[in-house]
């Protein structure tokens, strides 16, 4: 039975990707590395260590250097979230959380973001979630299971009573091996690994998700 559901934040409760993009050209550009809106598609879901290491590519930097950019890259990133309200949370969301606290479903945070607890405060659903896993909480990122399985432990369930909500290629590969269940938002080509794949959270009902989660075991 499932006892709870783990959202992922940047792309599914909320649309940060511009946010992050923004912070990260900027800091291309001041650096004279090649970057564009295509190449960042390929930093969904990824923590902010390994962007940048894509973003550098062969390029080579000391560790002090790649530390003052991760920096640099966040204080850019944090600047643009100072304007975030509670309208940036995206369609369906806030019906969705209400549903699940009705049917007793606990609800936790997955997000690889440092600046996640800003965010949900900005977006005023902090007091919706239960526990907060986020940038802080685990050594390895995303495809790892780590931060799913330490969210499920927050929230005193096992790993196969929790469902996963995510819009990332890694978040699906964490959830299944964490062996939760995947609910993948977005593109077949993108989540198609998931459990059930949908477009987003708009219009998604708690009773009909469990009867497809439930119908694909
Ligand atoms: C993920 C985002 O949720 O968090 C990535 O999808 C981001 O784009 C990562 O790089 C880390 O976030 P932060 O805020 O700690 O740099
Ligand atoms: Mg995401």
Redesign the pocket.
Known sequence: DIRGVIF????VLTD??EY?YLGWQKLADEEGLPFNRLANED??????R??LLKIVGNKQYSEAQLQEM?DR??RY?VDFIQTMRPGNVLPGTIALLDELKEAGIKIALG??????QTVIEKLGIADRIDVVAD?YSVQQPKPAPDLFLFAAQQLGLKPEQCVVVED?AAGIEAALAAGMLAIGLGPTERVGAAHVVLPNLAGVHWTELREKLSSDQ
């Open positions: 992922d934040l940047d792309g940060t990707a992050h930093l969904r879901g990824v923590s902010r390994e962007s991760m890259k966040n990133y997000s690889a973001s440092k600046n996640a940038g990332a």
